[in-house]
């Protein structure tokens, strides 16, 4: 939604989170994948799926001194997004965000919000669609 806002050196990083975070849980699902590649398309850049020798910590510390607040929100909603688009919020998935979060230093509260936020539009897009087939 709104990945086109941020800058070109983070869309990088931000798809090497994508990656750790969808092996997170020890399946690379294919919504994931799928996800991953509308993301490239989203930030008008080629489709793939880079390779990511780098822990999350070292990613996310780099993505705390470069990226602005706004783009660290957008980084968390959508991964966020991502981890869940397979219907599953494991334990491992949710301890992953919590390491990108504190590695990035965003603001307090800022997962759980997003969190909640998330919920309110599933159920809202879930709505919209039974709308629709009526």
Do not use: H, W
Not at 7 to 32: Q, Y
Not at 49 to 59: A, F, G, N, Y
Not at 67 to 96: P, R
């Amino acid at each position: 939604m709104f990945l086109n806002q941020l800058e070109n050196d983070n869309k990088e990083l931000f798809l090497k989170v994508c990656v750790l975070a969808a092996l997170s849980n020890g399946l690379f699902a294919n919504e994931e994948k799928e996800m991953i590649s509308a993301y490239c398309r989203e930030m008008n850049i080629p489709e793939n799926i880079p390779e990511c020798s780098e822990s999350i910590e070292d990613i996310a510390a780099v993505l705390a001194e470069k990226a602005s607040d706004v783009e660290k929100n957008i980084i968390v909603l959508e991964v966020l997004g991502l981890v869940k688009s397979d219907g599953l919020y494991e334990d491992k998935e949710k301890a992953f965000m919590e390491t990108l979060v504190s590695g990035m230093r965003t603001k307090e509260g800022m997962l759980s919000k997003m969190e909640s936020l998330l919920e309110i539009y599933t159920v809202v897009c879930k709505e919209l669609y039974a709308a629709v087939l009526d």
